[in-house]
């Protein structure tokens, strides 16, 4: 009874998980929340560059990074293989 309800828990968390990494690859980049996507904060008047995104009003989600860099990696690996493959059959 209680196992089921926490493997029934663990399916949905990866299942989650496994939504927001999609999420993550389709749309890495999100509105800077600090200056709100204006890449700029008013401070006494003078406008200084938000710190935050460098002025891009633009930040990377958590997680995006990590999820990219993996898929790079995935990609290379792939390619690799297939070359091998094609040097192989020469
Ligand atoms: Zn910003």
Redesign the pocket.
Known sequence: MILQFAVGVALRFLVAAAAYLLFVLVKPVRH?P??NGW?QRAKRRRRRQ?A??KGT?K?FRPAARLVHKGAAAAYKQARARVRARMEAEK
Do not use: M, V
């Open positions: 800077c600090k200056c890449g938000c935050r995104c009003g930040t």
